[in-house]
């Protein structure tokens, strides 16, 4: 028996969700989730616009486990760091999740799953929204180089500095006076 709670933009995700109760009813989560929620994120963002959709499917693996997977998906703005003007990056994550109890059980977890952990066997799902979106960014963001502000390129790939031919002195060439001399 499969059940969907789905949450479009007009309803709400759940605050709080227990992995457990839709793991063992299979169910699944899906909905859009407004990116000026993310208040962590949005300290990294050139702006809070948006949303980001998730979508899960909970299940009991063979080993008992409480696992999801699905996907989320969000088209945030970071800025370019060619230009620093906006620059929108698409973000596709895949999400293979493994809910557990502590850290302690979060070691057993294999590699195949990202381990989520309960507090008080629920799951706050904006924060674990946040936290995959936020390892998703990329590091170093920019446009394409052509949808980049033209001025901010000229400075940024300026070649008036010194040329590279030119000799500098060795800064530590006035060492060579304190060598004693071999007599």
Do not use: W
């Not at 969700?17 to 989560?29: C, G, L, N, T, V």
């Not at 629920?122 to 001025?151: F, K, R, W």
């Amino acid at each position: 028996m499969s059940i969907l709670f789905a949450a479009m933009l007009n309803d709400s995700l759940p605050k709080y969700f227990d992995p457990r109760k839709y793991a063992h009813h299979e169910s699944a989560i899906e909905g859009y989730l407004p990116l000026n929620q993310l208040k962590e994120l949005c300290a990294v963002l050139a702006s809070d616009e948006g949303d980001a959709f998730i979508h899960l499917d909970f299940r009991v693996d063979e080993d008992r486990r409480y696992i999801a997977t699905g996907s989320l998906k969000t088209v945030v703005q970071v800025v370019c760091q060619r230009c620093m003007e906006m620059v929108s990056q698409e973000l596709t994550v895949d999400l293979s999740l493994a809910f557990v109890y502590d850290e302690e059980h979060a070691k057993n977890i294999p590699s195949d799953y990202d381990p989520v952990v309960m507090t008080d066997g629920e799951i706050i799902l904006a924060d674990m929204v946040e936290q995959e979106i936020i390892l998703a960014l990329p590091i170093v963001a920019y446009h394409e180089e052509s949808g980049c502000n033209p001025t901010a390129v000229k400075y940024a790939s300026s070649t008036d500095d010194a040329p590279d031919d030119e000799q500098k002195p060795n800064p530590f060439s006035i060492l060579a006076n304190f060598k004693p001399s071999k007599s």
